[in-house]
């Protein structure tokens, strides 16, 4: 069973920093893309920042130039780098990892992604 363990969220004042970190354990498939989303109170969870197994990243058009995305493959770990951070970048952010699951012979392999439980990032003024 993948286990995903997020830490590093917090309180941190305006153009602050903070380094997110996540985990994933129990891996028994081939992790593919990796990434960050976000979630703020009463709003949808959105993309933040993802990185495929060749580290080829993505970022939301809000974070660019401020966050970095990376991973560690020895270690099933992707991390996000966050700096300047604004208010409005407060919010709960969940990590994910995508695995390529063979469901069963001869059936075609799927992604599968799995979430981590989410850490709250509280950037105050």
């Known amino acids: 069973q993948v286990q995903m363990a997020e830490s590093g969220g917090g309180l941190v004042q305006v153009g602050g920093s903070l380094r997110l970190s996540c985990a994933a354990s129990?891996?028994?498939?081939?992790?593919?893309?990796m990434g960050w989303y976000r979630q703020a109170p009463g709003k949808q969870r959105e993309l933040v920042a993802t990185?495929?197994?060749?580290?080829?990243?993505n970022y939301a058009d809000s974070v660019k130039g401020r966050f970095t995305i990376s991973r560690d493959n020895a270690k099933n770990s992707v991390y996000l780098q966050m700096k300047s951070l604004k208010p409005e970048d407060t919010a709960v952010y969940y990590c994910?990892?995508?695995?390529?699951?063979?469901?069963?012979?001869?059936?075609?392999?799927?992604?599968?992604?799995?979430w981590g439980q989410g850490t709250l990032v509280t950037v105050s003024l």
């Open positions: 994910h990892v995508d695995l390529t699951v063979v469901p069963g012979i001869g059936l075609p392999p799927e992604i599968v992604r799995n």
């Open positions: 129990g891996i028994m498939f081939v992790i593919n893309a």
């Open positions: 990185i495929t197994s060749g580290g080829s990243t």
